[in-house]
């Protein structure tokens, strides 16, 4: 068992070098992008499915409260937190509207949209995606894969480089840290 183990980090370390050789120098000019909104008095808006919703609600709180240093906290809202409004929407609108619905109630321009989907192929991901777009928000998604459809609606796609969803969401939320704590030193 622990050479499985030994496989497992090996695998994780592997697949976060590979996704950095590729997105390096993005990470860094997102990370900008996020931090001016920021500084323009903007928000940032996540959401996602399963694991990538917690993703999402771990990102907004590493916004909002600190993730290395004391400071200011950050707008940031997760969209996978109220219950009564997934619920209400996926009964009375349908599940793939969940987000897109409430991007259209909170997203205006200059926000930024972040999509997560492992697969990229999340019909309310993608759909929140495209609302956040017409509303003048810059999009981001975090993907996988090949990257799917959501690579397509996006203004910024991070894919990465792996079929394993486990892999894939380690490497998302190292990603998620990674522009936090960039965004930190920025703003």
Known sequence: ???RVRD????????????LELYGELIVEVAGIIATALKDKNKVILFGNGGSAADAQHIAAELIGRLKKERQPLPAIALTTDSSVLTAL???YGFETVFERQIEA??????IAIGITTSGNSENVIRGLKKAHELGATTIAFTGRNGGRVAQVAHYSFIVPSYETQRIQECH???????CELVEEMI
């Open 8 to 19: 497992i980090f090996r695998q994780s370390a592997e697949v976060k070098l590979a996704f």
């Open 1 to 3: 068992m622990i050479e």
């Open 90 to 92: 996926g009964n009375d």
């Open 106 to 111: 909170l997203c205006f321009p200059g926000d």
């Open 173 to 179: 939320i190292t990603l998620g840290h990674a522009i």
